[in-house]
């Protein structure tokens, strides 16, 4: 916590405070966005740049757009072209596309002329464009479309498996989503259904279970097809770490994995949980509870988002803040 900084906006204008709320780079951004891997995205009369945590700039602000960088590449725009930067700032591919995803596994998508294909971090077009849509390769396939069917490829642009599906997702835990019609199932890495079960909507598996619907009514199964958790409720996502979020009617709450509710299905809506803290919507405000269903913070913000060592991003009037445990604004 003690390195981290936090974006603040002041006069309209952007600096940076610490966890204390203690100025440490000063308020002269248009823009100013959180710090991944030690450097931020800022703008400055309507270009966009990098800088580091001492405040200078790395990257120049001269780019329409930019993302923060994968594989040491990132996306830039120039008059609506795409293009790639390393990070030194150098472009070292060209903005020519006319759309652009992040490189994973060497490989990134790239749109032109309407179609996707893929480049490698040299910029050389090495699966050519020929996709409505392409997602990005992990463990060496990419889910890609064609027309309104969807199938998989790998690295050398060859059909993987055939495109039979009107849904997919990427594998994830060795497994993907996909359906035909309005029936969801699972298929492993050589396109074959894993067990003879199919669901009304089928989410990705993440920690060995996974949120389906099956008879309108969701639970999660484990990667067997058997439920670890009956179908009971009328929509719930996955779990991330130890709670699900599921809902009955218009009210919200969490589930362990149990199956047991542990915070009560009343709320207009819920978000996650971090560091010991539910957010939850009541009265089209957003605040944190406890385990013990006690509020924590009070409900008054528009936005919130999880706690990380100790800070919290909100949103109140449009205006991204930052708080502490204790409701503390930075």
Known sequence: MENEL??????????????NGKTIIDFKFDFADEFE?????????????FINKDGKLVIEPKYNDVNYFNEDMAVVEINHKY????????????????EAKGFTEGVAAVKILGKFGYINNEGKMIISPSFDDANEFENGLALVKKGEKFGYI???????????????????????????????????????????????????????????????????IDKSGTFIIE???DWSDNFTGEYAVVSIG????FINK????????????????????????IHEKWGY?????????????????????GIAKIIVNEVPQYIKKDGSIL
């Open 37 to 49: 891997d030690d450097i931020a995205l800022v703008e400055l009369d309507g270009k966009c740049g």
């Open 258 to 281: 149990s199956g047991n509710v542990v915070i009560p299905i009343d709320y207009d809506n819920v978000f996650d949980y971090s560091e010991g803290l539910f957010s939850v919507q």
């Open 154 to 220: 790998d690295k050398d642009g060859n059909v993987a498996i055939d495109f039979d599906f009107d849904y997919g997702s990427d594998f994830d835990e060795g497994l993907a989503a996909v359906a035909m019609g309005d029936k969801f199932f699972y298929i492993d890495k050589n396109g074959e259904k894993i067990f003879d079960k199919d669901f009304e909507f089928a989410n990705s598996f993440n920690e060995e279970l996974s949120a389906v619907c099956f008879k309108d009514q969701y639970g999660f």
């Open 231 to 233: 179908p009971k409720y």
């Open 83 to 98: 293009g790639y930067i390393n990070k030194n700032g150098d472009l070292v591919i060209k903005t020519k596309f006319e």
């Open 289 to 309: 509870i406890d385990i013990n269903n006690h509020i924590a913070i009070e409900p008054i913000f528009d936005e919130v988002e999880n706690f990380y060592n």
């Open 250 to 253: 218009e009210k919200y709450g």
């Open 6 to 19: 936090y974006p603040k906006e002041n006069n309209d204008m952007y600096g940076y405070v610490d966890g």
